[in-house]
């Protein structure tokens, strides 16, 4: 009898053991899914800003700190699924680029802003994303102050023509259309 009890209280605790094993390694799991997210969109919006759609004047170094984010994101992706043969190879591909340093770029002093509004509007907000994945890079360490601080002023600058140039031609479709109030204030806030 006393074996009975003792074998069945040690199944119990085999159970236990069993389920608390179980629900670590679930939990294990769940945590490497979620960082596996969490790198596949900072991919996913990097790549999106390589690409560039709206044109934001990105430098050299600008696309270098574009890709760098990319690769540390697949290195990390690697180290969370070791063997994984499509992350080695965009590892490799990322690496690739990044020492060829054959970039499209866009210099942000002889750009010329969009005409219509809504292009406008795009632009704005792929430089503020710019401008976040910057700030990110910056605050991670994985960019250095000098850099950041030239790729942000170059930045700021930009959007302060933007915003100029945006005012003015509000300005001058407002004095053509009679308004001349509006127009004035357009021209105030343009300076």
């Known amino acids: 009898m006393a074996i009975i009890i003792a074998l069945i209280i040690g199944l119990v605790i085999i159970a236990v053991i069993a389920n608390l094993l179980q629900q670590h390694k679930e939990k294990q799991d769940a945590d490497r899914r979620q960082e596996m997210t969490k790198y596949k969109t900072i991919i996913e919006e990097t790549e999106l800003m390589i690409a560039n759609d ?5 430098t050299r170094n600008g696309f270098i700190i574009l890709y760098r984010r990319v690769l540390n ?3 990390k992706m690697n180290e969370l699924t070791p ?3 499509d992350i080695h190879a965009r590892i490799k591909d990322c690496t690739g ?16 802003l969009p005409e219509n509004e809504k292009a406008l509007i795009a632009l704005i907000q792929g430089i503020k994303k710019y401008r976040i994945i910057l700030r990110s ?5 994985t960019l250095s102050a000098a850099i950041f601080l030239e790729e942000d002023k170059k930045i700021e600058h930009l959007q302060l023509r933007i915003n100029v140039e945006s005012q003015m031609r509000r300005g001058n479709t407002a004095r053509s259309n009679g308004m001349t109030g509006s127009a004035r204030q357009y021209y105030e806030k343009a300076l």
């Open 73 to 75: 994101s697949l290195k």
């Open 137 to 141: 890079e910056h605050s991670k360490g």
């Open 97 to 112: 680029k990044i020492e060829a340093g054959e970039f499209h770029t866009i210099e942000a002093e002889s750009m010329h």
């Open 54 to 58: 709206s044109s934001v004047p990105i």
């Open 83 to 85: 063997g994984n043969k």
